[in-house]
């Protein structure tokens, strides 16, 4: 236990060092503010709202848990970012525990499963997971999924098994849809146990396949609201994610869709080399019966695989954050390919070992880099448009951090940026035109915002702001329209309803 303690105080000091930044960062304005301050159950922790969590989705996934985790946080220690950034960092390091506890179970030795607990822990991509608020779903279904994993291993087959796992599987389904692959995870680590894959070891699991399988219906249904399948090849997208894992560069925290999938269909072999490669480093485990290290490599596949054929995810074709649990299966694989080297003699040990510390102090070193993006939105954005200067949803989002701190100057490029990649955008008409109405310039804000209620004529804001600017303008008619419009669209827009009350308080002008 001393050591073990001891081990673990060397892996949590590093990961804790690496991440701290995170303390000095506010919200961003990409999901953050729909999880924490404008969330309704993290405003009203009532009966009501905690019914609601547990029977609707929130901006396309089903995760209560998380939901609900934000919300007693706020409650208990005020709403802050920097108390959601806490508890996003002690997630982080408490699954980092736990991949070492499930590393040691799986290899069967201390040491190497502090080193992959480390790779897995600092890898630069685990930084949009451990640093973005609205990653609090993947960091708290991680540590339910490990922790049935390990629930799995330790405790005696039968029914104790089956329902301390079930639990903690249910519990991960509750965070986020993508826990079901868990039962699969199961089927692989009996096969890695010896266990046989029979009839007795189905029906054992036929409640979490059940689970799973419900719980699918669930995400897809959830998902299917907000966009459809996407198109981009299955060998694409895991070539993808097998390059971000093994080379980390390049990574961002939005990989535009069009952009994306035209690079893979540009480079078929790129992209079809790394899946290959995969398939033959499993098969060849497979033949040696080096079963930890083909469990670590059937882990990595079938947790990545939602993320390359069925999950749609609106404007981005991947996303780093997809390879936070999977990580784990790939440092298991490293580390069982590099037992030998443990038993053998000291300078081939000590140049695994160098070579584990080098890894290891090069994902620190990006991974602080990483962190640092997630300080503000404009950190975050600007790290994107250096990708990709042209990405609309970079530019829009970008313009509107700027613009929320009344720098008029700089959100403009950004704004017409985003118009000249989709000149229907009715968010950044709506923007501009605003910007342009506040900055005592209404003859010019008339255009866009006319363009954006029309775009989107359920917008009560867009409909308010255009008259706004109208009766700037001298168009007394046209704003009087426009507030009725937005006050047809929302009766209780209170805004709206005020400056119409206003505007026909003032006597026309003959």
Known sequence: MRRRLLLLTLLLLPVTAVYLPVFEAGYTNWD??????????????GSAELARAFTAPRLGNYHPLADLSLALESAALGERAAVHHAGNLLLHLANSALVFLLLAALLGADLPALAGALLWALHPAQAESAAWLAERKNLLYAFFYFSALLAYLRARAGGRRTALTAGLFLAALFSKGTAVTLPLA????????????????LLE???????????????????????????????GLFSFYAMKAAWPAGLSALYPYKATLAAIKAAPLRYS????IFAGALGLAVRRGARTAAFGLLFFFVNILPFTLLIPIGPALAADRYLYLPLAGLAAALLAALAPAWRSARPVKLAAGCLLAALIFAEAALAAGRVKIWRSSETLWNSVLA??????????????????????????????????????NADALYNLGT?????????????PLRKAAFLKPESAP?????????LAAGRRAEAHKAFLMALETDPAYAPARGNLAALERIPARR
């Open 186 to 201: 199961l089927l692989a680590l009996d096969w890695k146990e010896g266990r046989p894959l029979d009839r007795a070891n």
């Open 32 to 45: 953050d503010p729909y999880l924490t301050y404008n969330n309704p159950l993290v405003k009203d922790l």
């Open 205 to 235: 699991k036929a409640g979490l396949l059940a689970l799973a399988g419900a719980f699918t219906a669930v995400a897809a249904a959830a998902q299917a609201a907000r966009g459809t399948l996407l198109p981009a090849s299955f060998t």
């Open 462 to 470: 867009a409909w308010n702001n255009r008259g706004l600017a109208s």
């Open 435 to 447: 910007a342009l109405a506040r900055a005592g310039r209404p003859a010019e804000a008339l255009a």
């Open 273 to 276: 080399l790394p899946a290959a």
């Open 387 to 424: 990708a990709s200067p042209s990405d609309e949803i970079a530019n829009l989002n970008l313009a509107q951090a700027l613009l929320e701190r009344g720098d008029l100057a700089r959100a403009l490029p950004r704004l017409q940026a985003a118009l000249e990649a989709n000149p229907s």
